[in-house]
């Protein structure tokens, strides 16, 4: 008579262990299986591997490989060669942090009288189009079309100066007032002329229901 125990009967100790090599022996597949998905998940695949992958949208009608040249094979896109949304990530982090280490470079090597300012590199880097700058631009507006007509060089500067390049030289026109005389320095104006000012908002402003009114009744 075999001896019972309170769980059934007692199990040999060879028994345990070839369940335990079993369970260890799946386990281990498993992680190995788990591991290739995402080794082939996050990597995209060699070369080679790409060769032998079938084109997508094979079942959708699109063309096969025989009627497709080698250059459209080359072209035509595949599943696996996709950016993933862990790749993806990947790729925007690593983005980010160049970025933040070029704005830090671009920072230290401002001049000394542009670095006083403060850290205002967004400045710089990024177009200022508020309301306020806008307005104060547009009384700019009769130098900067006597600077397009003649082909010179020229950009905004903070808060709203014009920068102009002229022979390897940079002169800045810091109020509208003083363009007359920076243009007739810089040869581009004859002592004659003059530059009509420009208001910064313009003095007539028309309601759109106005103008919609105005056309139906034409």
């Known amino acids: 008579m075999r001896r019972l125990t309170r769980y059934g009967p007692n199990p040999s100790t060879e028994a345990v262990m070839a369940t335990v090599r079993k369970l260890d022996a799946e386990n281990r597949a498993a992680w190995e299986s ?11 695949p060699s ?3 790409r060769q032998k992958q079938p084109i997508e949208g094979s079942d959708l009608g699109a063309p096969t490989s025989e ?4 250059q459209e094979t080359a072209e035509v896109v595949y599943s696996d060669n996709l950016v993933t949304e ?4 990947t790729m925007l982090q690593s983005l980010r942090v160049t970025l ?6 671009i920072s230290s090597d401002l001049p000394k009288e542009v670095s006083e300012l403060g850290n205002r590199t967004r400045d710089y880097l990024f177009a200022d189009l508020s309301a306020a700058t806008v307005a104060r631009r547009r009384e700019f507006a009769g130098i900067t079309k006597v600077l ?18 002229r022979e390897g030289k940079m002169q800045a026109i810091m109020e509208p007032c003083k363009g007359n005389e920076t243009l007739m320095t810089l040869g581009l104006m004859k002592p004659e002329d003059h530059i009509q000012q420009v208001p910064a908002s313009p003095k007539k402003i028309q309601k759109e229901w106005m103008l919609a ?4 009744s034409k």
């Open 100 to 105: 933040q280490k070029d704005f830090k470079q």
């Open 148 to 165: 397009r007509d003649h082909k010179v060089i020229h950009r905004w500067g903070y808060p709203t100066k014009l920068l102009i390049w």
């Open 34 to 44: 788990l591991q290739q998905e995402l080794v082939q998940y996050v990597m995209p």
């Open 47 to 49: 070369r080679r591997e």
């Open 67 to 70: 009627d497709l040249s080698d």
């Open 86 to 89: 862990k790749t993806l990530h």
């Open 213 to 216: 009114s105005s056309k139906k």
